[in-house]
C-alpha cells in the first residue's frame, strides 16, 4: 500500500487548486478522483462566470475568497495559460423595487470589496450591451469568465508538473484511521496518508461522514442550460443577468470565450447528483426567461444543453449557509473539511487552496520546495495564429496542416498533444475538453470516430475499450459488419 503525506480526495478546480498549492512544499501528495478525468461534475457544469464578489453576504468565506479570486485571476490565465476575459457583467432592471435592489447590492459589494461597481441608465446600458433589455443596471465592469475545462484542466497539470499523483477512477469507499495514519480504501485499491483533504464536491457529505464529521447536510442544485451557436456571440459582449433574489442569481444570458452564448440555469433541489437530464419543458422555460432580458434566443441556434448540480450545506431549516472549511481534531486529526463549496467556487478556487494550506500549516511546519515552477504551457490553438505563423507550425509539424475537428478548425497536432495530456486521460470527452474538439455546430459528428481512431492508434487502445466519458460509457460495444 503506497504512502502518502496529503491525499486529496476529489479533482475539481477546488481539489486541484489544492493540490498545486500543496505543491510548493515538499510533499508527496496524491488526489483520488472517482471519475475518469478531472472536471466532469461541477467544475465543468457551470455558467463559467468570474463573480465579483457583489452577491455574498458581508463577512462570509463566499464574499472573501471570491473577491479574492477575481483579483488574482489575470495573473493566474497568465502563469497557467487558460483563457480568461474580464469582460465585465451587467445586472439589467426595469421597477423601482428593481432600483431598490441593485443600490443593496451595490452597497453589498462594496463592503465586500468588490471594486468599481455602479449603476448605469438605459442609455450606458445599451453601450455597452446594445441587446440587453432594461431601463438600467449594475454594471460590475471586473466580472468576466473564463474556460472552466480549461482552468481545471491547468490548475491539475501545474499540480502534476509539480510532483502531485492523480489517481482517476478511485471512488472512496472507506476510511479509517490507525497509528496516526488514515488508510483510505477505493474501488480499486488502498492508500495510507498523514493527512486528508475533503473536496469532494457532489460527495462531500459523503466523506465527511467517513471521516467522523457527521451532521452536514448537503442537497443538490440543479441548472439546465442551452448553448447556442458562435453566430449569436456577436450580439453578447457581456453576461446580462437579472435582478438576483438572496440566494439564487436568475436565469442569464452569458458569453463564452469560444464566442457561444449560454443560456441559464433554472435552480431545481434535486437528491439525485447523478442526473443530468434536461427536459424540453425546461429549455423552453430557458428561453421565455432569457428572451425578456437578451430577444435574440432562436431554435435554430441551439446546438446543445446540459446542467450541473450545485452542492449545498442547508441548515436544520434548509437555508443555505456558508462555505465550511475546517479542521476538526477532536474528530478527525490531520483532516481538512470543505463541505457546501459552491457558486463561487470556480472564482475563489485558488484562494481556497491557500486557505487549506495555510490551516494545515498551523498544525505542522512544511518544507518549502525550491523546485516549484508556478507556470504551465497549455495546447496552442492552431485557428486562433496569425496566417505567418500557421505557416511557420505546418512547415515545423505537418500534423498542423491536417484539420480534425471541421466546426472547431482543431488540427491533428493538438488532438495528439491532448492525448498525450499529462494526467494520462484516455476518453474520448478528455480530449474534447483539451482541444474544442466535437463543441462546434455539429457536435462531433465529423470528427468523433476520427479522434477515436487516434485515440486507439496512440494509446494502443482496443476499439471495444475505448470510452467516451464515464466508467461505463463504452463507445464499441460490438461489431456492426464482419469483413470477409
Known amino acids: 500500500m503506497e504512502q502518502f503525506d496529503v491525499l486529496v480526495i476529489g479533482a475539481g478546480v477546488v481539489g486541484s487548486a489544492i493540490a498545486r498549492e500543496l505543491t510548493q512544499f515538499k510533499l508527496k501528495i496524491g488526489v483520488l478522483e472517482k471519475n475518469l478525468d478531472v472536471c466532469y461534475e461541477t467544475s465543468g457544469r457551470n455558467s463559467a462566470v468570474v463573480h465579483g464578489g457583489f452577491a455574498y453576504d458581508e463577512g462570509t468565506l463566499k ?23 474580464r469582460c465585465g457583467k451587467v445586472l439589467v432592471g426595469k421597477t423601482e423595487d428593481d432600483l431598490a435592489a441593485l443600490k443593496r447590492t451595490i452597497a453589498q459589494g462594496e463592503r465586500n470589496g468588490a471594486a468599481n461597481l455602479k449603476l448605469i441608465d438605459k442609455e450606458e446600458l445599451h453601450r455597452l450591451v446594445p441587446a440587453a433589455v432594461g431601463e438600467f443596471a449594475m454594471y460590475s ?31 472512496v469507499t472507506s476510511i479509517s484511521r490507525q497509528d496516526g495514519f488514515y488508510q483510505i480504501t477505493t474501488s480499486h485499491g488502498a492508500f495510507r496518508t498523514r493527512w486528508i483533504v475533503n473536496s469532494a464536491g457532489l460527495g462531500c457529505g459523503k466523506i465527511s461522514d467517513m471521516l467522523g464529521i ?33 440566494t439564487y442569481m436568475g436565469i442569464h444570458v452569458t458569453n463564452t470565450t469560444d464566442g457561444n452564448v449560454i443560456i441559464g440555469p433554472n435552480a431545481e433541489l434535486v437528491t439525485d447528483f447523478s442526473y443530468y437530464g434536461v427536459p424540453q419543458s425546461n429549455m423552453d422555460y430557458l428561453a421565455e426567461s432569457a428572451f425578456r432580458i437578451w430577444p435574440h434566443i432562436h431554435k435554430a441556434d441551439y446546438i446543445r444543453n446540459y446542467s450541473g448540480i450545485l452542492p449545498k450545506w442547508v441548515d436544520d431549516n434548509g437555508v443555505i449557509q456558508d462555505f465550511k472549511i475546517e479542521i476538526r481534531p477532536e474528530l478527525a486529526p490531520n483532516a481538512v473539511n470543505l463541505v457546501g463549496i459552491e457558486s463561487p467556487g470556480l472564482t475563489a478556487a485558488v484562494p481556497i487552496g491557500r486557505m487549506v494550506t495555510e490551516m494545515m500549516k498551523e498544525y505542522e511546519n512544511f518544507p518549502l520546495n525550491p523546485e516549484f515552477q508556478p507556470k504551465r504551457t497549455g495546447i496552442l490553438r492552431f485557428e486562433a495564429q496569425d496566417d505567418q505563423t500557421k505557416a511557420r507550425l505546418i512547415a515545423e509539424n505537418p500534423d498542423y496542416g491536417e484539420i480534425i475537428c471541421r466546426c472547431e478548425k482543431v488540427s491533428k497536432a493538438e488532438i495528439l498533444q491532448a492525448i498525450h495530456n499529462p494526467l494520462g486521460v484516455s476518453t474520448v470527452t478528455g480530449i474534447k475538453y483539451r482541444t474544442r474538439s466535437m463543441m462546434g455546430r455539429c457536435q462531433g459528428g465529423y470528427c468523433q470516430m ?16 475505448l470510452r467516451y466519458a464515464h466508467r461505463d460509457s463504452w463507445i464499441f460495444t460490438g461489431t456492426v459488419r464482419k469483413e470477409v
Not at 63 to 83: H, I, P, W, Y
Not at 142 to 162: C, H, K, R, V
Not at 219 to 244: A, E, F, N, Q, W
Request: hydrophobic fraction near 35%; charged fraction near 25%; proline fraction near 7%.
Open 141 to 171: 465592469p471586473n466580472s468576466g469568465i473564463l474556460d472552466p475545462f480549461g482552468y481545471t484542466i491547468a490548475l491539475a497539470e501545474n499540480a502534476a508538473q509539480n510532483g502531485a499523483r492523480y489517481f482517476f477512477d478511485q471512488e
Open 63 to 85: 464574499a472573501r475568497l471570491c473577491v479574492e479570486g477575481n483579483r488574482e485571476m489575470t495573473k493566474l490565465s497568465q502563469e497557467l495559460d487558460f483563457t480568461f476575459l
Open 214 to 246: 457527521s451532521g452536514y447536510h448537503v442537497i443538490g442544485s440543479k441548472g439546465d442550460y442551452i448553448i447556442l451557436d458562435r453566430r449569436t456571440g456577436s450580439k453578447l459582449p457581456m453576461p446580462i443577468y437579472p435582478v438576483p433574489s438572496n
Open 450 to 465: 476520427r479522434i477515436a481512431k487516434l485515440l486507439e492508434e496512440e494509446l494502443g487502445i482496443l476499439p471495444q475499450k
